[in-house]
């Protein structure tokens, strides 16, 4: 099935440490996208990607890094400077230019102890 | 992209048709209108977009007003599995110097009763 896929489900991790969340999509789509949400909260951008091996910042991207060297792949590593990491992750993909619509993963809900 | 505002809830009777309204009054002329919705815990999934006409599919009807400064999406006959929150936002494609990002306001809350 066609689709995007983010793993794990529930993550949790130690105060100090970083840690890397997986974004994977079978759609052939140029642009992913991962968001941030806290509770009761909308969405929040951290970091985009249009094309492979180009990424810009969003909104909160400070404590966030991420990579794209493959078009199906955009992870996100949540690193020991974000002050508040604990929150819920949502990764997205869509046709870069074209007014369509995007496809969200599941989440990853990531706990900082 | 342009700033929208919704109801933070609203309530309707299983069976009968749910109106969410938005508002975009500063919308711009290449800004389309989209809608998702996210049930608890779970990622938004897209429910319907437009850009000057009114639109229609298999989930729901999307009203954009003439002048496209607000527009509404009707559920027509609510169940209770269409319990969620509805994010309504206007944002122009990808490409020609725009991002394609998607900015998410609160949403409106929409609880389907028995």
């Known amino acids: 099935d066609g689709g995007i896929t983010q793993s794990p489900k529930y993550l949790f991790r130690k105060e100090g440490q970083n840690v890397t969340l997986s974004c994977e999509q079978n759609l052939n789509h140029d642009a992913m996208y991962w968001y941030r949400q806290d509770p009761g909260q909308g969405l929040r951008l951290i970091y985009y990607?249009?094309?492979?091996?180009?990424?810009q910042k969003g909104d909160i991207a400070e404590g966030y890094s991420v990579s794209r060297e493959k078009k199906e792949s955009f992870p996100l590593t949540v690193t020991s400077a974000q002050k508040n990491p604990t929150a819920f992750y949502l990764c997205a993909s869509s046709i870069w230019g074209l007014n369509t619509e995007a496809f969200f993963g599941q989440g990853t809900r990531l706990t900082v102890v | 992209d342009a700033k929208t505002t919704q109801p933070p809830s609203m309530d309707c009777a299983e069976g009968r048709a749910a109106n969410l309204p938005c508002n975009h009054s500063?919308?711009?002329?290449?800004?389309?209108v989209y809608w998702y919705r996210q049930i608890h815990s779970q990622g938004p999934q897209y429910i319907i977009h437009?850009?000057?006409n009114n639109e229609t599919n298999e989930m729901a009807s999307l009203i954009i007003t003439e002048d496209r400064k607000s527009s509404t999406l009707i559920l027509p006959h609510a169940t209770l599995r269409d319990t969620a929150v509805y994010y309504c936002i206007a944002s122009p494609p990808g490409g020609s110097g725009n991002t394609g990002k998607l900015i998410f306001g609160q949403g409106t809350t929409l609880q389907v009763k028995p």
């Open positions: 500063t919308i711009s002329g290449n800004e389309y």
């Open positions: 990607s249009q094309i492979v091996n180009d990424f």
């Open positions: 437009g850009l000057k």
